[in-house]
């Protein structure tokens, strides 16, 4: 019985309140059965709004071509897969969060990993827009899928980094999503259990498979859960650096590093936690959920942002030292002039990169600051940009100027309908966040009511009370000794 | 399955819970299965269930996807049409290392889901019979399966005796059907059969 296993005083409750387990089904099950706020129909509509605006771009693509985004021979690869990379990045602290700290045990994942995990799957299905419609034809997109076919039958690629991302991509998302909607059986059974409406029995009822708490099922459970957070850890890693393989296995000055794969998913950790503060911030706030979504959960995702992002800083220092030290003129020169120079028509890209991402978290050294809502709202907010243009300034400083200066790219800017189409994913993953924290439990119902009597506040002052008894009885007894 | 008749109690307190699962064990009552609305730790143990074997069922999956993914890439480039990458071996198995990974873990999540929706028949429009909808919510519900033995009204007593709380006798489908939650639906459209 883990019920009495001690747990640590130095560590705040991670469940605030004097809470029993009928009131956490209460607490989070209102904002699903309450009538959605004003607050939460202007978001919702705001987002539509986006979303149509993005399917419009889209739209304009297909019909024009990609040159409808200022493509061009040598920018091939702009804000596309700059946003590309920076939503499946996003995609990733879910799933660090749901599975390497369930590996790890650390209670303070089950406050916070349903929102991640919910957000993963939209960062992931934004994501995969992006190398879809650049693709141009995209009609022809089921070509990239290994079946048999007239033309010889010929094989894609399986040498092909790229083609290992549609494969990393597309199981990252099933997995992701099969292990989200495993978790939310049982909280989608509870709401089936308390549903007053003929709409919501119907709704959760076969939302929920039928699940009914019986023992074995949750003993099973477990054992799924377990066995897919130890898949879905070395698929988090993997995913990134096949990403980053994108980039590391061609021969472009600025691409072809060693350093990718560990720098792109230090980067993904970081932007993804940013992300996971943004959402959860506004979440605790609107849905009245701060007694479960504590400081102490916003201060040790601080923790994690200034460490990835320290992980990031000494990444971008390795790179250019590495870039200087080689003596790879072309390497060289990419560094020193599309970059490091100020004056350069994208170096501005490289500073506002260093600030935001190396610069700005270090603030988070400081305990005040990283218990500090508003810092932490702006600073989340921050890294996004920063995240955003790590990814710009790798892909886009690297490829307008070439080995040939005749082909040297006048100064690249997006069009509105490139802008448009990266809108229109917020769009995208906004609707589908709003209707989330509307008809799902935003936090995971069991897994609170499983560490309530180990990190409730009740139950840990009293356990600090027995603890202290029993050292006093002890002293009491080997006093004379 | 059919309908069986149990008595059910229901617990406030995975203290009293535990005890209590021992005592009505020992004194030779069948327990059904115990609710709980969040997985408790050595209850499955208390109850004499035996480990589960999923993380098998896991590890074959995987490998099947690994063997999937090397083989079907190895016939396709090295045998089928054969294509000359910059003069690479094309049985070129490190490139091969990231999609046999990928499929290993797909292959693996998606077989252990299916398995584990099939162990426990959890697939949407399923419906089960529920002793007490609290077991979604607060409190752990046990259910004693009474059999021809059994003298329902000592079940009752003993049960009380060891903690639990609204104690009944409930007649109640053990399988699972296709239903919807908003409908009162029964079983094949049975009647309660006299146990």
Redo the contacts between chains.
Sequence with gaps: ???NRYESQVRGPLVEGSK???QI?EDICRPVEATPSKLWWVGFIISIGLLIFGVVSVTMEVMYGTGQWNLNKTIGWGWDITNFVWWVGIGHAGTLISAILLLFRQGWRTGVNRAAEAMTIFAVMCAGQFPIWHMGRVWNAFFVM?YPNTR????V???S?L??DV??IS?YF??SL??WY?GL??DL??L????KL??R??F????S????????????????S???AG??T??VL?VHT?VS?DFATSVIPGWHTTIFPPYFVAGAVFSGFAMVQTLLLITRKVLGLEEYITMEHIDVMNKVIVLTGSIVGIAYLTELFIAWYSHVEYEWFAFRENRVNLSSPYGWSYYLMMGCNVLSPQIFWFKKMRRNLLVTFFMSILVNIGMWFERFVIIVTSIYRDYLPSSWSTYYTPTIWEIGFYMGTFGLFFTCYFLFSKFFPVIA???I??IL?RSGDNFKEQMEKDENESLEAFEHANAHH | MAIKKFITGNFYEEAVLFPAVKKVRRAGYKVHDVYTPFPIHGLDKELGMKDTDLHIAGFIYGITGTTTAISFIGWALARDWQINFGGKPFFSLPAWIPIMFELTVLFSAVGMVLTFCWLCQLAPFVKKDHFNPRSTDDTFVMAIECTDKTNEAEAIAFLKEAGAQDVQIQSRETGWWFGRYDRETVRFGKKVAAV
């Design positions: 019985m883990s019920l029993d387990y009928h089904t290994p010889g039958p010929l094989w690629n399986f040498n980094p083609l290992w494969f990393a199981t099933t997995v099969l292990f495993c059986l049982p059974a509870t089936r259990d308390r549903a003929k709409w029995k119907l959760y009822g076969a939302a498979f039928g699940w009914t708490g019986s023992t074995k099922h949750w003993q099973r459970h477990e054992a799924l377990l066995v897919l898949l879905s070395p698929l993997s096949i393989f119902i069991a897994e009511k499983h009597k």
